[in-house]
């Protein structure tokens, strides 16, 4: 039951971060910002390192890059999610970071139905043993008789088993730590190649200049 419970909250919830921001100036292509609505959406890069999980050996391994953060934050952005910033690497990222979360989706899906499906086998396989209390007419004694319904307890055993079904169903499907620290980094970090400096510069440059013309027009009010 704890390993569903887990397998649900994981999946849909996520876990720690790989992916974190290494000492380093950071840099703001197009200027820095100068007024609260460009430091609310401008973006700034800063250096990155993602820890990735080999999928032969188990072992982590540092991949260090450049990465996208809001001014005088320090948790990296998910690139595939920043609205307005596009180009053919985000595309790239967004492509190959959706199996992964439609692996996400259906394992958080299995493993709480499996939770759900356990929790009213459980009850209706309990409520299968009842205990009926009766007077005896001729001496007045209480008497009890502990009766099972046979159907009741058989479907609640089969309800608990196909719960059980569904989880492991879940951890079959869920990504493991390798695919899930891969995808942390794919999401989160510009790596050289593809992505070398000055592309990243240009593209963060084009956005910023961008949300300054949106604030200078009133639209960040």
Do not use: W
Request: charge should be neutral.
């Amino acid at each position: 039951m704890r390993s569903l419970l887990g397998l649900a909250c994981v999946c849909l919830v996520g876990c720690g971060s790989s992916v974190y921001r290494l000492p380093g100036e950071p840099a703001t292509p197009g200027g820095a910002a100068s007024t609260p609505c460009e430091s609310e959406r401008y973006l700034v890069i800063a250096p990155t390192r993602a820890d990735v999980t080999d999928e032969k050996t188990k072992t982590s391994h540092p991949k260090n890059g450049l990465g996208l953060y809001r001014v005088g934050s320090n948790d990296p952005l998910d690139l595939t999610s920043v609205e307005g910033l596009d180009s053919p690497s985000i595309r790239r990222k967004r492509e190959e970071t959706g199996s992964y979360d439609t692996k996400q989706i259906v394992a958080g899906t299995l493993g709480a139905v499996g939770v759900v499906a356990i929790a009213v086998g459980t009850i209706l396989f309990v409520n299968a043993f009842e205990t009926k209390t009766s007077i005896d007419p001729a001496t007045g004694a209480r008497k009890e008789e502990n009766s099972v319904n046979g159907g009741l307890a058989a479907g609640g055993g089969l309800t608990v088993l196909g719960g059980f079904g569904f989880g492991i169903a879940g951890l079959v499907v869920n990504p493991g730590t390798a695919e899930r620290t891969r995808v942390r980094a794919t999401r989160h970090v510009f790596f050289d190649p593809p992505d070398g400096r000055k592309d990243v510069e240009a593209l963060v440059g084009g956005y910023n200049s961008e949300m300054k013309q949106t604030c200078s027009a009133g639209g960040g009010n």
